[in-house]
């Protein structure tokens, strides 16, 4: 009786990962929204990194005899200007970087913490697992919105500190997904096997059943990266986050409020960034849920 050599055991490894890769890309490019999604976002990004240079204003650029332009009628003022001259398009381009990168480093940051006690609680299990799980509970009883309009009066706003807020205020859903998760898999037979073998628990817990669980924090991210954008526009808005003259979307549409009815473009126009964004990113959201799940099968 011939055995597999570790080249034929390795080969039929790769071969198997490229298979599931592929059937989760097929999946994937069968969900049209979420296809929809990566579009629209790809298109945002592109404008707010490339959009400042392509016009002929900076976002600081005051010009008092074009105050409350409309859209397309003052030359290159294609989105128009705002009560100080200022041209709309390029501020809410710029306001785009800080949004979107306020909204990945968040996600980053609280994906990450979310991840490790989520991981440490549904490995370890018993006492350890229950006060870690009720210290996610603690934050969870406090409205999430309060908590971060809270620790934003206290502290200095700047997008760094808005970022870590954001990120503090928002990990506790990851946490409890990964929880489920691992604790699902922490008695597979893969898993008793790494403890026969002597390995330790940091190795079974982040090289063994955090690469088994990684679809639900890949769909939880997506997710939250859209949650931490709209979070920051909400706190902006109420003047606690991103300080003019640095823009940002939330604070673009403070300071459009009261020129609701003379000026409506100056809340509509970041209004639409903030909705095509976390739409686009909960599209993306729903699309790697689907084509992770191994049972769903998109025809």
Known sequence: MSSSS???LSQSLLSHSRWW???TLRRFVRHRLALLGVAMITLIVLACLLGPSLLPYDELYIDLRARFAPPFTAGYHIFGTDPLGRDVAVRLFMAGRISLLVGFFAMVLSTLIGTVIGVV???YGGRIGTVLMRFVDAFLSF????LLLALAAFIKPSPFMITVIIAVTSWMETARIVEAEVRSLRERDFVLAARMLGLSNRWIMFRELL???IGPIIVAATLTVARAILLEAYVSFLGYGIQPPLPSWGNMLNGAQQYLASAPWLAI?????ITLAVTSFNFIGDGL????DARSDLH
Request: no cysteine; hydrophobic share 40%; net charge positive.
């Open 6 to 8: 570790p080249a034929t």
């Open 143 to 146: 409205p999430g919105i309060f």
């Open 21 to 23: 890769q592929n059937r």
């Open 121 to 123: 609680a549904g490995y």
């Open 289 to 292: 849920r689907d084509a992770l």
């Open 269 to 273: 126009v970041p209004g639409v960034a």
């Open 211 to 213: 690469p088994n669980a």
